[in-house]
Nanobody, 124 residues
Framework: LPLVESGGGLVQPGGSLRLSCAASGFSLDPHAIVWFRQVPDEEREGISCISSSGGRTNYADSVKGRFTISRDNAKDTVYLQKDNLNPEDTAVYYC??????????????????WGRGTQVTVTS
């Protein structure tokens, strides 16, 4: 699992967090990165992705206008800025390396690299 997520935590509704997804031991350059989130007893939901160059991004309707994905290939890191958070955003957030920017979850074996996830809890 050579991707490492960080930046999760506890935040109040309306607050912000910035998640990071850093590569460990390899270069992120050739990879699109997808952010997923998962709550217990539900399948992983693709919420945002960014192409290898950063020129293409995509967002799920549930986060569009509130989340912004970006990448710094010099630092082998992808970021997910999350604003105006609400309790429905509470989940474990994972990043994965993929061949293209696609939100559909294809099953865990379809992705070359995963992280262990970072918990985000939105509560008053």
């Amino acid at each position: 699992l050579p991707l490492v997520e960080s930046g999760g935590g506890l935040v109040q509704p309306g607050g912000s967090l910035r998640l990071s997804c850093a590569a460990s031991g390899f270069s992120l350059d050739p990879h699109a990165i997808v952010w997923f989130r998962q709550v217990p007893d539900e399948e992983r939901e693709g919420i945002s992705c960014i192409s290898s160059s950063g020129g293409r991004t995509n967002y799920a309707d549930s986060v569009k206008g509130r989340f912004t994905i970006s990448r710094d290939n010099a630092k082998d890191t992808v970021y997910l800025q999350k604003d105006n958070l609400n309790p429905e955003d509470t989940a474990v957030y994972y990043c994965a390396a993929d061949d293209g920017c696609e939100l559909r979850f294809k099953g865990p074996q379809a992705y070359e690299h995963w992280g262990r996830g970072t918990q985000v809890t939105v509560t008053s």
